[in-house]
């Protein structure tokens, strides 16, 4: 499956437990905005994360600034995991603090400010960064490519669904 799609079931399934997790934390690396992704794609529980991002001083902010892949950190070996699922620095730093203008804007006025360290906006920025992945994959699909497979039941195989 596509990295894309992949990160945007991810982020839809995470909004949801984030919201409703009793141990959302912001201020635990391994329980916190990046901290919740981080375990869905990875594996690594909360504390295994925490763990290895207090090997080196720093918030996950701290943590990305200082990003090296060959430092040998755990947490560094950690975002390069996040980077190879698709997302990038910026991303996890935009997670953390609920800041990518893009995403901001799908949310509804009456919702903001969002406060980064409240679950619910988390989960809700979450959803608005999945929509707005999502719309990014649909607007790359070709819709005469899509009209013949479904008019003449041709083999997926034989159709560009996606602009190269």
Avoid at 7 to 27: C, F, H, S, T
Avoid at 69 to 88: E, K, M, R, T
């Amino acid at each position: 499956m596509d990295k894309q799609l992949k990160l945007i079931i991810a982020l839809r399934e995470v909004a949801d437990d984030i919201a409703a997790n009793p141990k959302y934390q912001w201020g635990h690396m391994g329980s916190c905005n990046c901290g919740f992704l981080a375990q869905k794609l990875t594996g690594f529980t909360s504390n295994e994360i925490h763990k290895n991002a207090m090997a080196r001083a720093g918030d996950w902010s701290e943590q990305l600034n200082g990003y090296c892949p060959s430092s040998g950190y755990p947490i560094d070996n950690l975002i390069f995991d996040l980077l190879q699922a698709g997302l990038s620095i910026e991303d996890l730093a935009h997670l953390e603090r609920l800041s990518d203008l893009d995403v901001l804007r799908r949310i509804n006025e009456s919702y903001k400010p969002l406060n980064f360290n409240n679950s619910w906006h988390v989960s809700l920025y979450m959803k608005a960064w999945a929509d707005k992945l999502e719309d990014n994959i649909l607007s790359r699909v070709k819709v005469q490519s899509l009209t013949n497979l479904l008019l003449n039941n041709n083999s997926p195989d034989r159709i560009t669904y996606l602009q190269q």
